[in-house]
Each structure stands twice: as structure tokens, then as C-alpha cells.
């Protein structure tokens, strides 16, 4: 089945402690975003990459790294979490042009304690 | 800077209702519009993609219009089921693979 994962779905964690969220898809799709989402702000992009070793910031992208090494994975790393970080996350994919639908991930509900 | 915005915020109607949804957007110079469908605490599920080029699109009972010039797009639901009930997004993609969304609208139907 074509689709986007991410794990872990819910995390709850403290003030300073790294964590990783992970984003794969298996459409063999060239682009990939994050995206968080928050009440009256709605999904704003906070990271993507075009292909392989290529990424760019997008609206939001204070207090957090991605890195793409292979097609399939885009993980979202908090290095230094803050409570303002809490926040419900998604990841998306789509084939290389801005005409292509995306697909979004089932989300990942962070809270930062 | 690209906007969107979609009214109603909020709209609850009886079951068997066909209804629309409006998405409003600032810049005309988009590469597509994308409306989705989000059950609460689930992610997004698309719905129907409009490319620039095109008026409309459609899926069962669901038809989606574009009018890029007047930066307007509408979603018609027909004959509106308890199982529609869901926030409906509204996106645009002006471009570099980004998506721009409206706040959505929280759709109820009533049996």
C-alpha cells in the first residue's frame, strides 16, 4: 500500500531532551515536507527537500534540523525541545514538481513538558 | 505573501443537504489547489487537486471549482452524509513544493 509513515504517533517529553520523529514514504517520491500544526495557525511548513541532500527552510523552521539521506527518509530531529514546540506534526511526499498532489502522513502529536 | 482563508469557519447542517464550501486565496499565481478532508486527530486525506489550468474536478459526490482570476476555488458536497462530518482544508501551491492552507471548516452533518 502507497503510503507516508511516521513514528512515533504521540510523544510526550521534557525541556531540552533530543528527539527524533521519523518520516518514510514508499512512492519513491523525490519531495518531502514537514508541517506543524497548531489551533488558529493552521499547517504551516517548517522544513523540505527537493531529493537526496537537499533541503530548505520553510516558514517556521526555528528549532529544527532534517536531514535526507536516502529518498525514502525524512526525519524531523528537535535538538533542543521548548514547550512552544508542542505542536501536531506532519510529514508529506509527492513526485518532484510543484503540480503534484501530496500525501500526507497520519501525524505525530508532540508535547513538550 | 499567499493567504488563504475559508469561510464558513464552522458550518452544521441536516443530513441529505447538498452544501458548499468556499477557500479564498491573495495571490492568483498558483500552481495548484488541493482541498483535503481531516477527521480529528488524524492526519490529511486529499480530496480533489486542481491544477492552474483547469475549472473544476470531480469524485462521487464531491466537485471541486477554480476560478484562479477572482483567487476562488468552492467544494460542493451532494446529498451530504453523517460520515462526511470532518474539517475541510483548503490548499494552495505557489510553488518549491510548498502548500499554503486555509484555517479549514468544520463540517457537521446531522442525522
Known amino acids: 500500500e502507497a503510503q507516508v509513515t511516521q513514528n512515533p504517533r504521540y510523544l510526550i517529553t521534557v525541556t531540552g531532551k533530543k528527539l527524533t520523529v521519523t518520516c518514510s514514504q514508499n512512492?519513491?517520491?523525490?519531495?518531502m515536507s514537514w508541517y506543524r500544526q497548531d489551533p488558529g495557525l493552521g499547517l504551516r511548513q517548517i522544513y523540505y527537500?527537493?531529493?537526496?541532500?537537499?533541503?530548505d527552510k520553510g516558514d517556521v523552521p526555528e528549532g529544527y534540523k532534517v536531514s535526507r539521506k536516502e529518498k525514502r527518509n525524512f526525519p524531523l530531529i528537535l535538538e533542543s525541545p521548548s514547550p512552544n514546540q508542542t505542536s501536531l506534526y506532519f510529514c508529506?511526499?509527492?513526485?518532484?514538481?510543484?503540480?503534484?498532489?501530496?500525501?500526507f502522513g497520519p501525524g505525530t502529536r508532540l508535547t513538550v513538558l | 505573501k499567499q493567504e488563504v482563508t475559508q469561510i464558513p469557519a464552522a458550518l452544521s447542517v441536516p443530513e441529505g443537504e447538498n452544501l458548499v464550501l468556499n477557500c479564498s486565496f491573495t495571490d492568483s499565481a498558483i500552481y495548484n489547489l488541493q482541498w483535503f478532508r481531516q477527521d480529528p486527530g488524524k492526519g490529511l486525506t486529499s480530496l480533489l487537486l486542481?491544477?492552474?489550468?483547469?475549472r473544476e474536478q470531480t469524485s462521487g459526490r464531491l466537485n471541486a471549482s477554480l476560478d484562479k482570476s477572482s483567487g476562488r476555488s468552492t467544494l460542493y458536497i451532494a446529498a451530504s452524509q453523517p460520515g462526511d462530518s470532518a474539517t475541510y482544508l483548503c490548499a494552495v501551491s505557489p510553488g518549491a513544493q510548498k502548500l499554503v492552507f486555509g484555517q479549514g471548516t468544520r463540517l457537521t452533518i446531522n442525522p
Open positions: 527537500s527537493m531529493n537526496v541532500e537537499v533541503t
Open positions: 508529506a511526499s509527492s513526485f518532484g514538481t510543484s503540480y503534484n498532489e501530496q500525501f
Open positions: 486542481i491544477q492552474s489550468s483547469q
Open positions: 512512492m519513491n517520491h523525490e519531495y
